[in-house]
């Protein structure tokens, strides 16, 4: 069953009790750098990996500092006399008919997980129900999610680029529109669900931000309107429909509310405008991905980047999901979560569904009669897709589109400083026999390129120094060949370098 909610209606909606909390807050030192500090280097890092223990042996205390720590991070039960040490502008009884803290026995605990979270510009507090993690068992059916590893993911993919109007679509507890604020004039958030919407404002408030929220889904709330900058971790889980829990649940079957987000996109973009948003996408037994989500870019006009960055099992992705919410917490056995897991396995063996696609879609409308439409599949570790490396991507594709080969081969090129060659030999009668070479650029998604003898050769004399077209005229000299032969061979290749940051242009 899922947990009651302390009082009727929407949590913090008095704003007097919630600017009085946010002051004992920062009276406390309760943020990105006080929490750390109380907790010392080796319990923060334990606690970002979910282990208590020694969080809760730093607090053992019980200063004003280390009782905040533990009701809102770390779930405990304290006794009333601290928390009301701790919340002196708030009031115990405030809190609780708020919805901030709940009773238990004579005691109090948190009802909502309240917690520092930072960029590498700003602190910020960010509000949102306590996850099955903290608090066993199904979580709420309105359930708001916090600072999770997908939004993370999502946070760190945004181009962070000074920006006129931004649209957070499913906004959930605020923090896109949180990160949105530092380098956007103006910032819309919606969400189908009001308790959403109820702590995303609180979460907007307690940093002094302000966003124009609506409720209502896909783009319905921005009806004829248009951004800049879309962003958007919407509730992606592939399933047969059902909607049990608003942060994960669409209400629409296998990936068709990501498609229809995918597709109604180009409509809410100023021209030359972005959008990026998490997806998880159905994977055929009898189809490749790029096919599916090709479709659905493709629709769009828009220039598109998709990473997949990992495929999930779906018996794996069912047993990831029934925990999250908390349902796999009533045990293995239980009746209730072996028909659940029953009728989701059913559904996907129905639909012919081998798969789960997960990843990240980036697109800009460019307004071109032929959009750019690059499909990775990337699922190396620390190579995810951040900011920065999208923006790149974006640029270089859109210089390559637009050179052609005369130009191309008037350009100094350089090798990037970060590029590593690996290669692979087999043993044979006459020694060591080359078969794979790979230029990799570290750290760099989807940064990787096969090459031949030749490429090889020609890539590693990119100084910046001269023109392609004298370093493939003195590589053909010098081995024999045909210049021309030589230039169709291996211009492809420069093409893909140039787009994977490889090889850089040398400004004349």
Not at 55 to 60: E, F, N, V, W
Not at 72 to 92: D, H, K, S
């Amino acid at each position: 069953m899922t947990r009651p909610h302390p009082r009727q209606g929407l949590p913090l909606s008095d704003l007097d009790v919630l600017d009085r909390f946010g002051d004992d807050l920062r009276t406390a030192g309760y943020d990105s750098t006080g929490v750390p500090e109380l907790l010392g280097a080796s319990a923060h890092r334990a606690l970002a990996r979910g282990e208590l223990a020694p969080a809760l042996r730093a607090t053992g205390h019980r200063s004003e500092l280390a009782v905040l720590v533990r009701l809102f991070l770390l779930g405990t039960t304290e006794e009333e006399e601290l928390v009301g040490r701790a919340l002196p502008m708030t009031g115990i009884a405030a809190a609780i008919a708020q919805g901030l803290l709940e009773r238990d026995g004579r005691d109090v605990r948190a009802a909502l997980d309240v917690r520092p979270h930072a960029d590498d510009t700003a602190e910020f507090l960010l509000v949102s129900d306590l996850d099955s993690d903290t608090r066993p068992g199904p979580v709420r059916a309105d359930h708001v999610l916090g600072a999770g590893a997908a939004s993370i993911t999502l946070a760190r993919a945004v181009i962070r680029e000074p920006t006129g109007r931004a649209l957070d679509l499913g906004t959930g507890c605020g923090i896109q529109a949180l990160h949105l604020s530092s380098h956007a004039r103006s910032v819309v958030a919606t969400d189908t669900n009001p308790r959403a919407l109820a702590l995303a404002a609180a979460t907007a408030r307690l940093n002094d931000q302000r966003w124009d929220l609506r409720q209502g889904p896909l783009y319905d709330p921005v009806a004829g309107e248009s951004f800049d900058l879309i962003v958007s971790n919407p509730p992606f889980i592939v399933g047969d429909g059902e909607r049990r829990f608003a942060y994960r649940d669409s209400g629409v079957a296998g990936d068709g509310l990501c498609r229809a987000l995918v597709s109604g996109v180009r409509d809410h973009l100023h021209p030359g405008g972005t959008a990026q948003l998490l997806a998880n996408w159905i994977v055929s037994q009898d189809s490749d991905w790029r096919a599916r989500v090709g479709d659905w870019v493709a629709d769009t006009g828009c220039d598109a980047w998709v990473v997949q960055r990992e495929i999930a099992d779906p018996a794996e992705y069912v047993g990831l999901w029934l925990k999250d919410s908390g349902e796999a917490d009533q045990g293995g056995n239980d009746p209730a979560v072996v028909e659940l897991t029953r009728r989701w396995l059913d559904y996907f063996d129905r639909e012919k569904i081998s798969g789960i696609g997960m990843g990240v879609i980036t697109l800009r409308r460019a307004d071109s009669d032929h959009p750019q439409v690059t499909l990775d599949e990337i699922t190396g570790p620390d190579v995810d897709v951040t900011g920065p490396e999208a923006a790149a991507f974006l640029a270089r594709r859109a210089w390559v589109v637009g050179t052609g080969d005369a130009e191309l081969l008037s350009t100094r090129l350089s090798l990037s400083a970060e590029a590593v060659l690996e290669m692979r030999a087999l043993a044979g009668h006459r020694g060591w026999t080359t078969v794979l070479r790979v230029l990799r650029r570290t750290g760099g998604p989807g940064a990787t390129l096969q090459l031949d003898e030749w490429g090889q050769a020609l890539l590693g004399g990119c100084t910046g120094d001269v023109p392609l077209r004298l370093q493939i005229d003195l590589l053909a000299t010098a081995h024999g060949l045909d210049a021309d032969a030589l230039t169709a061979a291996v211009l492809p290749s420069v093409r893909v370098a140039v787009t994977r940051g490889l090889l850089h242009p040398v400004p004349d």
